[in-house]
């Protein structure tokens, strides 16, 4: 730009258009400045809320896992509580007496099975002792009630032998007195294995009254279907061999 002065001389002044006016220049810039602060705080705010909400989310999750925990212990407790209570009610007084905890009555409960599993063997040896006293030389109960019992009398040995129908198969008892040595069960095994295509699951032995008791449990497909009479008749023809 140029002009006269008084003394009508030309005067030039340089005008520098690289640095306009500093107040100018920040007038101009602040509406930017301002419109990126308040998108950065914007951004700002909705990562701290999504984080706040994630936050939340895992809170919420882990209340509900230890409210279901303890919605399920509670319930478990209450289980055991009833089956304990129903399991002492069928203990005689002599088995519980001075026992309180649940091991304890637990652990009597299993001496009670085996008392009372000791009686029935006692029961059936002392039922045969009175079957094989009768003059009969064979006995057969009436098949309608479920067991068979069949007796061999003779001079020189006394066997008795039952079928009783169990859980998914058969019980037998075998009885032998004087001549039990002679006695084989490994017939018994092949009619009830290959025969009648049992699956023998236990065969065990003891003594009561100088008499040797032999129980074997066998199961079947179909035990509804076993002829118990029949049976007992099979293994008795193959004892007496």
Known sequence: MY???????????????????????????????????????????????????IGEDCKDDERSKKI?????????????????????????????????????????????????QGEIR????????????????FFIDDPGKGTSDLCLLDDNNDISVTVTPCFC??????????????LSLSGVMQVLIQERQLNVTSCSSTRVNDQLVHII???GYEPAFIDICELQQRLCGVIRG
């Open 3 to 53: 002009f006269f002065n008084q003394g009508d001389e030309l005067v030039f002044q340089i005008q520098n258009f690289d640095n306009p006016n500093p107040e100018q220049q920040t007038i101009q810039q602040d509406p930017v400045m301002n419109r990126d602060s308040s998108c950065s705080r914007g951004r700002n705010k909705r990562h701290g809320k999504e984080v706040l909400s």
């Open 122 to 137: 006692e029961l059936d040896v002392k039922k045969n002792n009175l079957i094989k006293s009768t003059p009969k030389k």
């Open 169 to 182: 198969g058969v019980e037998i008892i075998i009885t032998s007195g004087s001549m039990e040595e002679n």
């Open 217 to 219: 449990r066998a199961e």
């Open 68 to 116: 279901m925990h303890r919605e399920i212990e509670r319930q478990r407790r209450q289980d055991m509580g009833k089956l304990h209570v129903s399991l002492r009610s069928l203990l005689p007084l002599e088995f519980i007496k001075g026992k309180r905890s649940i091991s304890d009555h637990m652990e009597q409960a299993v001496n009670y099975i085996n008392h009372l």
